[in-house]
């Protein structure tokens, strides 16, 4: 599989950014898919993930403000980010998981940046 992550970018406090992920060689609707961070000094950890059904899971900083989705267009999965703090600052990686399997595979990073 081959995910290409896009869509970062440097923004202020409370702005908006859309990430997506363009996942290749694969059949994306198949998988889970997600999307992590890691943001200086910190491990990389779960912002969203939206499963092969369409059930979707946040982390509890992002509930109410980030939207994961996967779009009409094929392989392609979204993460609608509103209400940015500093805090969200991170390099955003795409995921794919293939269910009841230990295959995970991975974009390259999308940085984001949010300033005060």
């Known amino acids: 599989a081959q995910l290409q992550a896009s869509g970062g970018g440097l923004v202020q406090a409370g702005g908006s950014l859309r990430l997506s992920c363009a996942a290749s060689?694969?059949?994306?609707?198949?998988?889970?898919m997600g999307w992590y961070r890691q943001a200086p000094g910190k491990q990389r950890a779960l912002v969203a993930r939206?499963?092969?059904?369409?059930?979707?899971t946040y982390e509890d900083s992002v509930k109410g403000r980030f939207t994961i989705s996967r779009g009409n267009v094929k392989n392609t999965v979204y993460l609608q980010m509103n209400g940015l703090t500093p805090e969200d600052t991170a390099v955003y990686y795409c995921?794919?998981?293939?269910?009841?399997?230990?295959?995970?595979?991975w974009g390259q990073g999308t940085l984001v940046t949010v300033s005060s």
């Open positions: 995921n794919a998981n293939l269910p009841s399997t230990s295959y995970n595979a």
């Open positions: 060689r694969i059949i994306s609707s198949i998988y889970h």
């Open positions: 939206i499963s092969n059904t369409g059930m979707t």
